[in-house]
């Protein structure tokens, strides 16, 4: 069954029927998100549960992208990616944590800004160049070292 983009968002991708719709006569079926990159439909519990004692895993029938139970939450998508970007934006600036005083100029404050930002979209959205940006935070993170411990011990007292 092929819905509108729109209508997807709160419909059992399986059945069609959303968790609030009256027809609905199952009380207890919630819907869970299929967390895997490039799904994000939905499923009510009782519909997976019934794909899921027939096969392992089954294809998404509005994308096609594999389920499997380990991809399933009750959160949404955008709270995990929310909570995704947080989580790397924590330990991304933890380790770039300049301010614009340790710049000759706001233009070299702002590029610094500019990578930093490029950087954190790359992995949290698993870019194809996230490894590479992983890497280079760790790389960055080596080479200045004594300096990042510096700038947070400072604002550790401020």
């Known amino acids: 069954m092929m819905m509108a983009e729109d209508d997807d968002l709160d419909r059992c991708a399986l059945c069609g029927v959303s968790e609030n719709d009256s027809s609905n006569l199952t009380s207890q079926n919630t819907l869970q998100?299929?967390?895997?990159?490039?799904?994000g439909h939905q499923f009510h519990t009782q519909c997976v549960e019934r794909e899921f004692t027939r096969r392992k895993t089954f294809p998404c029938?509005?994308?096609?992208?594999?389920?499997?139970?380990?991809?399933?939450?009750?959160?949404?998508?955008?709270d995990m990616q929310c909570e995704k970007d947080t989580s790397w934006r924590r330990r991304v600036m933890k380790v770039?944590?300049?301010?614009?005083?340790?710049?000759?100029?706001?233009?070299?404050?702002?590029?610094?800004l500019e990578e930093r930002?490029?950087?954190?979209?790359?992995?949290?959205?698993?870019?194809?160049?996230?490894?590479?940006?992983?890497?280079?935070?760790?790389?960055?993170?080596?080479?200045n070292k004594s300096q990042?411990?510096?700038?947070?011990?400072?604002?550790g007292r401020e």
């Open 148 to 155: 990042i411990v510096i700038r947070q011990s400072i604002r």
């Open 61 to 78: 029938p509005i994308c096609n992208t594999t389920v499997k139970k380990a991809t399933l939450s009750t959160r949404s998508l955008d």
């Open 117 to 143: 930002e490029d950087i954190i979209f790359s992995i949290v959205n698993e870019e194809p160049d996230a490894e590479d940006s992983k890497a280079k935070v760790k790389a960055y993170e080596a080479e």
């Open 33 to 39: 998100t299929n967390v895997s990159l490039g799904c």
């Open 96 to 112: 770039f944590n300049k301010v614009e005083n340790d710049f000759s100029s706001l233009l070299e404050y702002n590029n610094y």
